[in-house]
């Protein structure tokens, strides 16, 4: 029996394939790559979404014909360029994050990329910022991607979905974990947020949602995709 590749091997292999396909679909430029060296040189944890998964919300957008995009969870601005771009000139992406030294390294790297009339950030915790946005009223949100702290994902999936069209979509980073998710019970708050909202999914009659398990260059986990149905018939309720 070959033996099993060990997690370091997996690894490398997954991040050669990132990078063979990366050279063929991946569509990284100077200003992608400026917006990953001005972070790491804030020390911002290297957590953004990789080239290809960045190019897969661009293209979810582009396919949704997005005019208004809301992000949980700036970090530097990376996965928001990502989807910035995917915008028309008069399209409008908000996203939410909570630590101010974030912010004006995305608000930097997203003025470079070009695309600072096109994005709005709202610093401060992403839960206020939802209410807030509810109370303003404004136009719903085509597009939804959820990457802030994982316990509260199904708050945010909650918030999201008032945000929304029908017809809209929602996407979730992080949700398998290397797995974690179905690892025996622990009190880390990461996988019961996570584990809270796909009992949301599971349950919530205005969401038909999926789960696309992931590796490459961050190792192994995965996507949620919902999708947001037209409101139940008031006889259905
Ligand atoms: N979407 C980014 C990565 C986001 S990392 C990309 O792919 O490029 C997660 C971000 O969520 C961090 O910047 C963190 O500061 C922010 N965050 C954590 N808790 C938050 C909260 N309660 N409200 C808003 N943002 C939060
Ligand atoms: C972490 C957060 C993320 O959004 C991610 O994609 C990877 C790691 C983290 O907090 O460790
Ligand atoms: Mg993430």
């Not at 060296?37 to 290297?46: D, I, V």
């Not at 897969?56 to 928001?80: D, F, N, P, V």
């Not at 696309?212 to 260059?217: E, K, L």
Request: charged share 25%; aromatic share 4%.
């Amino acid at each position: 029996m070959p033996q099993r590749p060990s997690p370091a091997e997996d690894l490398a292999l997954w991040t050669a394939v990132d990078r063979y396909f990366g050279t063929r679909v991946g569509d990284s430029d100077a200003t992608l790559e400026a917006a990953l060296r001005e972070s790491a040189a804030a020390g911002l944890p290297a957590i953004q979404v990789s080239p290809l998964q960045g190019k897969l919300l661009h293209l979810l957008a582009r396919a949704c014909g997005a005019r208004r995009i809301l992000e949980i969870g700036t970090l530097g601005g990376y996965s928001a360029i990502w989807l910035a771009r995917a915008l028309p000139p008069d399209g409008r992406l908000v996203t939410l994050e909570i630590e101010p030294r974030h912010a004006e390294v995305a608000r930097a790297n997203l003025a470079r990329a070009g695309l600072a009339d096109r994005v709005e950030i709202r610093i401060g915790p992403a839960l206020e910022s939802l209410e807030c946005l509810a109370a303003e009223h404004g136009p719903p949100f085509d597009l939804t991607f959820i990457d802030a702290d994982k316990s509260s994902y199904p708050e945010y999936l909650v918030g999201a979905v008032r945000l929304s069209r029908p017809g809209a979509l929602i996407v979730a980073d992080n949700v398998v974990r290397r797995g974690d998710v179905v690892a025996p019970p622990s009190d880390d708050a990461s996988v019961a947020g996570i584990r809270r909202m796909a009992d949301r999914l599971a349950t919530d009659p205005r969401l038909s949602a999926t789960v696309v398990q992931t590796v490459g260059v961050k190792g192994y986990d995965g996507f949620a995709l919902a999708l947001v149905l037209e409101a139940p018939s008031a006889s259905a309720t």
